[in-house]
């Protein structure tokens, strides 16, 4: 099992920055990829960025790409994602995921655990 808990979320104007961290506890965190998904009012959750077990290798979705950065501290078992930038289209519950599937994943299916979001609101 692991266990995840996201942090970090909040109103901002757009254009404004924020970053989310996701703790992790439980089994060996650098077991498993991680990623960030999200989820606004009346959408499908989406994938929004992944990164490998050694955090040698991220990948994005295309509305995100070049404003967010997602990264990873092993040793303390935390993922972030910086985002920059922030549109009004950013709004949306942020959700962390944990996968023990081989490689990078942006299939929600493929993702084991998750924590419980933190709401990302972006004002004009």
């Known amino acids: 099992q692991v266990q995840l808990v996201e942090s970090g979320g909040g109103l901002v104007q757009a254009g404004a920055s924020l970053r989310l961290s996701c703790a992790a506890s439980?089994?060996?965190?650098?077991?498993?990829?991680v990623g960030w998904f999200r989820q606004a009012p009346g959408k499908e959750r989406e994938f929004v960025a992944t990164i490998s077990r050694s955090g040698g290798g991220t990948y994005y979705t295309d509305s995100v790409k070049g404003r967010f950065t997602i990264s990873r501290d092993n040793a303390k078992n935390t993922m972030y994602l910086q985002m920059n930038s922030l549109k009004l289209e950013d709004t949306a519950v942020y959700y962390c995921?944990?996968?023990?599937?081989?490689?990078?994943?942006?299939?929600?299916?493929?993702?084991?655990?998750w924590g419980q979001g933190t709401q990302v609101t972006v004002s004009s």
């Open positions: 995921a944990a996968s023990a599937a081989q490689g990078i994943t942006i299939r929600d299916y493929t993702y084991d655990y």
């Open positions: 439980g089994r060996t965190f650098s077991s498993y990829a």
